[in-house]
């Protein structure tokens, strides 16, 4: 018995020192999450203590140990401060959960707070493409007078024109030397940007950089803002110059612009990856393929839990150029069809949003008025009210007016439910007819890529067993004429590879294609102990039909293979000039090298090379000039 009863005591003395352990371990992470929380709230820059992710670190810790406790009041706070931290990394998936159960609980958050969360929940939704629940935030906002514009909402609706006016007439442009005028030049040249008017957003973030640099020379002393957030918008309107000098095709000016905008991208992240596939393609475009491919990734990597449509359409596009300059064609479909199905959702989704829009344009109106009604003041409400006291006369009048304007109101109403109605009807059968079109269109698009793929990987196929035969043959004439049949197999085959890469089925971009079968034509024949130059006078958005460029291309084929062949040799050094250009309704093509040049006795009677010229000049009705003194020089004129 006393054995039993000496038990007892000790498993009850452990069971209360487990508890009293277990209790003082929970208020110790009290204590820890009490003391992140006011080392938050005591930091008006909190970046400037910790770097965002170790404050996320710190936070998710504080959510997963409170969320076991009761205390629902700390869990609270603690959802406020990741719902910030989520966002600011453009983390959206992970804060707008938050952001919700803040805005359903306003009435436990200041009035900061209360804004913020407004602010960034919209900014959530937009991001979403949730353009209705956008517009109900947007509405709040302009109610509680933190602001008055709707241009981001008619921007992410794809109406960058009306963004644009209600830009201009309704957002302030912000004291000089503060965040709030650094904002609007940012926001302004973007909305030109997107217009494609070029020049005119290159203007605006060129004013940006300038009041850039002054705004951080004054905040040096003054210590307003934190100067990494200054050099954040330095650097984005730097590489936002860039954007405009990749639109005009200048990518090697464009590259340290886009370097040193990253650089300056210390939290922004959102910015730091768009940016990153920005400076892939330049470097793509500039044949650096390893570094470009570097960007790439880094620029996938940090975005890969970010909510952003336009970057990651950026993304798809950026893989799939790259996989086509390493030939990857198959990958670069695959890409290529990703972008393709997400930007045509995307379009679908923007086309919804602006009928959303549109049937709350009533609603914007009214907003409209009651801002213009918050905005008056006191003084002339009390004016107001003294004109109407010393005019009792008219009180009849008024009433009569105002029982005419009623009926007048509610006949309006009437209406414009009608119209409301009838509007709602037209876009249900505009959007069934838009859906059936594109689902067709779709099809038919996909069809006509796959044929010319497999056009283009038959011939593919045709250039390997060629390969093959040449390699198992030793007699060097046979080898040759080989290398010359796989050479205007590939001229064909660029021409299907270059219509179902760009989603063009009856035109093809003549320049891009000349070049890439330039290319391929000298990393056959050019030697380490050669050195070619090529000058291209190549007409721009020059387009041709297929038929057309089929010919052009073996004509180009044959005229550059003999030159690369036969123009150098005994020389070190050689210059070869091709031209295409429109002159008078007319299309003249011109090759030319500074060889010794050859007589008529050199052309063997036979040559294949020179007949085919003359049937493509023929399928063409082109007339042919062949010049064989000081170098050689085919011209080629032909009506478009």
């Known amino acids: 018995m006393k054995i039993r009863f000496v038990y007892i005591l000790l498993v009850i003395s452990l069971l209360f020192r487990d508890k009293l352990h277990a209790q003082n371990n929970s208020n110790n992470e009290n204590r820890n999450v009490e003391s992140i929380l ?9 970046y400037d203590l910790y770097s965002v992710a170790i404050w996320e670190k710190m936070f998710e810790n504080a959510f997963k140990e409170t969320s076991k406790s009761n205390n629902s009041e700390q869990l609270f706070k603690i959802k406020i401060a990741l719902s910030y931290i989520y966002h600011d990394q453009a983390k959206f998936k992970k804060a707008i959960p938050f952001l919700k159960e803040l805005y359903l609980n306003k009435s436990k958050l200041n009035k900061d ?3 913020a969360v407004l602010i960034k929940l919209e900014e959530e939704y937009r991001s979403f493409g949730d353009i209705a629940n956008a517009l109900i935030i947007r509405n709040e906002r302009i109610k509680i007078g933190s602001i008055n514009t709707y241009w981001e909402i008619y921007r992410d609706c ?5 963004a644009k006016r209600d830009f201009i007439q309704f957002q302030e442009k912000g004291v000089s030397y503060s965040r709030k005028e650094l904002q609007y030049y940012f926001y302004l040249g973007d909305i030109y940007f997107e217009l494609n008017q070029i020049d005119s957003a290159n203007e605006i973030f060129n004013q940006g950089i300038a009041a850039a640099k002054k705004t951080i020379e004054v905040n040096r002393k003054t210590k307003a803002y934190r100067e990494t957030n200054l050099l954040y918008f330095y650097g984005c309107f730097i590489g936002n110059t860039a954007k405009c000098l990749i639109a005009k095709g200048q990518y090697k000016k464009a590259i340290p612009l886009l370097l040193e905008d990253i650089s300056y991208s210390y939290e922004n992240l959102g910015n730091k990856a768009q940016k990153m596939l920005y400076l892939s393609d330049c470097y793509l475009k500039t044949n650096n393929p390893t570094k470009a491919k570097l960007y790439l990734d880094s620029g996938s990597i940090i975005f890969s839990d970010k909510t952003n449509n336009s970057i990651y359409l950026k993304q798809l596009k950026t893989n799939s150029n790259y996989f086509n300059y390493l030939k990857l064609y198959d990958s670069a479909y695959l890409y290529s069809i990703a972008y393709s199905k997400y930007k045509d959702s995307f379009d679908t989704k923007r086309q919804e949003n602006q009928s959303v829009l549109l049937l709350g344009q009533l609603e914007l109106t009214n907003r409209r008025s009651e801002l213009f009604k918050s905005t008056q003041t006191l003084e002339e409400k009390n004016k107001l009210i003294e004109l109407q ?5 008219a009180l009849v009048s008024v009433i009569v007016m105002s029982i005419a304007f009623i009926i007048a109101l509610y006949r309006n109403f009437r209406q414009k439910n009608k119209n409301k109605k009838f509007i709602e009807q037209q876009n249900n059968q505009l959007k069934i007819s838009s859906e059936r079109i594109k689902s067709q269109n779709d099809k038919n698009e996909i069809l006509l890529k796959e044929l010319h793929h497999r056009v283009k990987n038959n011939l593919q196929v045709m250039y390997s067993l060629l390969n093959l035969q040449k390699r198992r043959n030793k007699d060097e004439d046979t080898k040759s004429s080989l290398l010359s049949i796989q050479n205007r197999i590939q001229t064909m085959a660029l021409v299907h590879q270059n219509l179902y890469t760009t989603g063009s089925f009856e035109m093809v971009e003549v320049t891009t294609y000349i070049k890439t079968l330039i290319t391929h034509l000298l990393s056959i024949y050019k030697t380490e102990t ?6 291209y006078f190549l007409e721009s958005d020059l387009e041709l039909p297929i038929e057309y460029v089929v010919s052009i291309g073996l004509i180009i084929n044959e005229a550059v293979s003999n030159a690369l062949k036969y123009a150098f040799n005994g020389s070190n050094k050689g ?9 008078s309704g007319n299309c003249i093509i011109e090759v030319k090298d500074n060889g010794p040049g050859f007589s008529n006795k050199d052309i063997k009677e036979n040559s294949l090379g020179m007949k085919l010229i003359n049937v493509m000049c023929a399928q063409l009705k082109a007339k042919y000039t062949l010049v064989n003194t000081d170098g050689v020089s085919h011209k080629i004129e032909f009506k478009k």
Do not use: F, P, R, V
Not at 158 to 162: F, M, T, Y
Not at 389 to 393: A, E, G, H, M, W
Not at 530 to 535: G, P, Q
């Open 113 to 115: 707070e209360y804004e």
């Open 530 to 535: 050669k050195e070619i130059d090529i000058s």
């Open 575 to 583: 210059k070869l000039n091709i031209s295409i250009y429109s002159k």
């Open 389 to 393: 006291k010393s005019q009792l006369t």
């Open 158 to 162: 794809g109406l960058s024109e009306a």
């Open 38 to 46: 006011a080392l938050w709230n005591g930091n008006l820059d909190q």
